[in-house]
């Protein structure tokens, strides 16, 4: 091969790989997009049964067709403690078996009905474009990706027809398992996607093209691939929480043992892809495919009874930080999945709504008790409550940029939910400062002022857990009684007030603290608007 058929060929191959990465983003992110809905669906069904989290795993995969977007989510699930590593483990190992749908549609490139399929990409991009609905938008680009995965796969298999002879004697001499083994890893961890490239090896044996004497060579590249897949979810967890982390190191064990335990069984057995695969099936195509499934179920059958035994080891290596920072139910790795984001911010804004009420509570007990001492531990939660608030901020705005029109409703929503949990821990920094003044100008408060107070701060408690139980339980008859609850506690104030001028006329309380009284009372009534 001259120096110009070199550059030819290399052209021809990167050009026909990168129309088949293409090809794949478009089907990925669009129908990831399209089943946002349906992967929250999934992922909410998390349970303790092994094989549920494994069936859940290999869905999501074969849903968005990409193993690195689903251990991703998966190690950002662990990350916030909504998943156990207990149930990470047995989902990776389901989605090891799900990425296997992009080399079996790969396969199909060897049958002569592909060339038919090529011309979705012109019905996609016109349906893309003439469509209205987001929905329509969306499907259109995955049936143009799709064709655009078949017709990369064509590019490849025709530059390497068309230099067959020398690309054949390159790939003739390549023996070594390990070497062949390695390659695998190298190529995977490069492009990040086993899935690239298995399809990229299936494209060879399109063309015609053997690696080695043709037995068990190409399945030593198979078996690297699905090392070099965990670099995604390594890369995810490395800056993420001690969880997180173990949750990418399982991945890497359960990929690296399996590989290295059919890396031997190959070895001892030199005639393995001629005694089984070669015999069922006819095109060497689908015998890469169907060795590429038959590894992936075959590790999931042997390994899924020892998941206790890998989250252990991952916990020996993996130790435990002394002082590991506040939870926070929002990850970076979410953002992916406008749908699943949502539920995550749904459930920090609970943790801001905890962190401002305590502030409310310790703000209310340091003027009932005229204790200085708790106004410091106030003033800290409610710089938390502006901590998260920022956070939540910050995260629903690079949410917006990727959500569709429904799901920035309910951005929105969270957005105005977000200011009225704000104006709580700014009741709480009004109860400080009512503390500051009754302690420094000595004002005295009656045994029944207190009492009412007190009545009060208990009905806007109430409200709180009435209105948080409604929130988690979604149920919507609870509202009526929310709704009965802040009217109680209108009619308080009211009444409160009325009973303090009362006083005040028969001599009962001083003038002077009247002022802060009516104020307290003021916000405490401003406090369940806000929760309602």
């Not at 804004?349 to 310790?362: C, G, I, N, V």
């Amino acid at each position: 091969m001259t120096p110009a058929e070199l550059s030819l060929f290399l052209v021809r191959l990167l050009a026909g790989t990168g129309v088949f990465l293409v090809g794949v983003h478009l089907l990925t992110a669009n129908i990831e997009q399209l089943a946002t809905g349906k992967i929250r669906e999934l992922f909410g069904r998390t349970a303790d049964k092994r094989l549920v989290n494994v069936g859940i795993g290999a869905a999501a995969t074969a849903l968005i067709q990409s193993s690195g977007v689903t251990t991703v989510l998966i190690v950002g699930f662990v990350n916030v403690g909504v998943m156990n590593l207990y149930q990470a483990a047995a989902m990776i190992m389901g989605a090891n078996i799900g990425t296997t749908v992009t080399a079996q549609i790969a396969a199909l490139s060897a049958f002569p009905i592909t060339t038919y399929i090529q011309v979705l990409v012109f019905v996609g991009i016109l349906l893309s474009m003439a469509g209205k609905r987001d929905t329509v938008k969306k499907t259109g680009l995955i049936l143009a990706g799709l064709g655009l995965i078949f017709i990369g796969l064509n590019l490849m298999s025709d530059a390497m027809k068309a230099s067959r002879d020398a690309v054949q004697a390159i790939f003739e001499t390549v023996h070594n398992p390990l070497l062949l083994f390695l390659l695998g890893i190298f190529l995977t961890a490069i492009v990040q996607s086993s899935s690239a490239t298995t399809s990229v090896i299936i494209a060879m044996s399109v063309a015609g093209l053997t690696v080695g004497s043709g037995g068990n060579e190409v399945l030593y590249i198979i078996l690297g691939t699905n090392i070099g897949s965990c670099v995604t979810a390594l890369m995810s967890s490395a800056t993420a929480g001690t969880n997180a982390r173990r949750a990418g190191l399982i991945h890497l064990m359960f990929n690296t043992l399996g590989s290295v335990l059919f890396f031997v069984i190959l070895a001892l057995w030199p005639t393995f892809m001629a005694d089984t695969f070669r015999r069922w099936f006819p095109a060497l195509a689908t015998q890469i495919a169907m060795f590429h499934t038959f590894f992936n179920v075959a590790c999931t059958v042997m390994f899924l009874p020892f998941c206790g035994a890998f989250v252990r080891v991952s916990e020996l290596l993996i130790r435990e930080k002394k002082a590991e920072e506040p939870l926070s139910f929002l990850d970076e790795r979410m953002l992916s999945s406008s749908s699943l984001a949502i539920a995550q911010l749904e459930k920090e804004l609970l943790r801001l709504s905890d962190t401002a009420m305590e502030a409310f509570r310790t703000g209310f007990r340091s003027f009932q008790t005229r204790d200085r001492s708790l106004i410091a531990p106030t003033q800290e939660l409610i710089e938390r409550t502006g901590g998260i608030s920022q956070g939540m901020v910050g995260y629903m705005i690079r949410l917006s940029a990727k959500s569709k029109v429904a799901e920035e409703r309910s951005i929105t929503n969270l957005h105005s939910n977000l200011g009225d949990i704000m104006r709580i821990a700014e009741i709480a920094d009004n109860c400080t400062k009512y503390t500051q003044k009754a302690m420094d100008q000595e004002l005295v408060f009656s045994e029944t002022v207190q009492e009412d107070l007190t009545r009060m701060a208990g009905r806007v408690e109430a409200l709180y857990q009435l209105t948080k139980r409604a929130i988690l339980e979604k149920d919507q008859a609870l509202l009526p009684q929310v709704a009965a609850v802040e009217d109680e506690i209108d009619a308080m104030r009211k009444e409160l007030i009325d009973g303090h001028i009362r006083r005040l006329n028969a001599g009962e309380c001083r003038a002077e603290s009247s002022g802060v009284f009516i104020n307290l009372v003021s916000n405490l009534e401003r406090l369940g608007d806000h929760l309602t």
